[in-house]
């Protein structure tokens, strides 16, 4: 039972100790994610290539894709490039469209997006410019 106070760690390893497949399969995920951040991909596909066929079938038809977009994921792990900083800026032009569900001018709206992202330019003489502009 869970009455005392445990920790993160010995709440993961109870719940593994529940399933000898669960535990095999988190296990090759933490590999996984190791070649993810360790950036090695010939690790990351060698761990992929040697999934234990112990594991059921639905869980290991999951990581076909990954031999699929094989080159895509090549180029991944070695571009240092990332589209997380306009997918942060789509997202929070998303969030500003659903509370105000719509502004009268798009300047206004313009404006918000602008602000939001902080963006280098704002001074205060160029806020009156912009919003006429």
């Given at each position: ?6 920790t ?14 669960l535990?095999q ?11 993810y951040r ?16 112990s ?36 997202n929070h032009?998303?969030?500003?469209k659903?509370?105000?569900y719509?502004?009268?001018r ?13 963006h ?14």
């Amino acid at each position: 039972s869970f009455k005392t106070y445990l920790t993160h760690a010995q709440i993961l390893d109870r719940l593994l100790d529940y399933s000898p497949v669960l535990k095999q399969a988190y296990e090759f995920v933490q590999e996984l994610r190791y070649a993810y951040r360790q950036r090695d991909f010939e690790l990351f596909m060698e761990v992929i290539h040697h999934i234990d066929p112990s594991l059921p079938e639905w869980f290991r038809k999951k990581f076909d894709i990954f031999k699929t977009y094989q080159n895509g994921i090549y180029q991944a792990f070695t571009t240092p490039y990332s589209n997380g900083i306009t997918e942060a800026i789509n997202n929070h032009i998303k969030v500003i469209k659903r509370i105000a569900y719509g502004y009268r001018r798009f300047s206004y709206f313009r404006l918000r997006i602008l602000i939001i992202q902080h963006h280098s330019r704002w001074q205060k003489k160029n806020v009156k410019k912009v919003v006429n502009g």
